[in-house]
């Protein structure tokens, strides 16, 4: 697990932005540390999610761009959404 965590912090130190967590198995495959299988990437993403919990792999690390994010409208004040009412 040592060698493993040396090289993810190895590959995250590498970056300048997060990255995705796929981005991330693809390099350990790169550099020979985990087989390319669904086993392999499922078990990453769980030591990931322990590392993180933990605190010894920061959660800023990684994005999801591909996830919408659903919210409510949220307006400033009562006049801002009337504006936004009259606008549209």
């Known amino acids: 697990m040592a060698e493993l965590l040396g090289a993810i912090h190895e590959v995250l130190n590498g970056e300048t932005s997060a990255i995705t967590i ?3 198995f693809y390099r350990l495959v790169g550099l020979n540390v985990v087989p390319k299988t669904e086993l392999a ?3 990453l993403c769980g030591h990931l999610s322990r590392w993180r919990k933990s605190g010894e792999i920061s959660y800023n690390a990684f994005s999801d761009s ?3 994010h659903i919210k409510a409208t949220m307006f400033d004040s009562i006049t ?6 009259r606008d549209t």
């Open 80 to 85: 801002d959404a009337l504006t936004r009412v």
């Open 41 to 43: 990437y499922k078990g």
């Open 22 to 24: 796929r981005h991330l």
């Open 66 to 68: 591909t996830r919408w």
